[in-house]
């Protein structure tokens, strides 16, 4: 996790956190909602069944919103979203080269 709490780093990429003002509850509520969603859309993958894959994915796209993970940043001092840059090339670049 970045110093700052925004971002986890996957293979070298910053990924958006949940928002951590979300209570443990609603927090878990929303990703068993989002587990949910991507197993239908393998579902629906699989059987082939295209509204069916659209409506998984809108309930995918709806849960990471409702976490924070997509959409507008949860935090309030202007920082841009550099969800999904290479963390090598961000303002946290001297940061991650402390992890290698």
Do not use: C, S
Not at 57 to 73: I, S
Request: proline share 5%; net charge positive.
């Amino acid at each position: 996790m970045t110093p700052d709490g925004r971002y986890i780093v996957v293979r070298g990429r910053l990924w958006r956190r949940a928002n951590p003002a979300l209570g443990e509850d609603r927090r878990a509520a929303l990703v068993h909602e989002l587990m949910q969603a991507r197993r239908d859309v393998g579902t629906a993958l699989r059987g082939r069944d295209a509204a069916a894959e659209r409506d998984a994915r809108a309930r995918v796209d709806a849960a990471k919103q409702a976490l924070g993970e997509r959409g507008p940043v949860w935090w309030d001092d202007g920082a841009p979203d550099l969800n999904r840059h290479m963390a090598a090339n961000t303002p946290y670049a001297d940061w991650f080269e402390t992890l290698a």
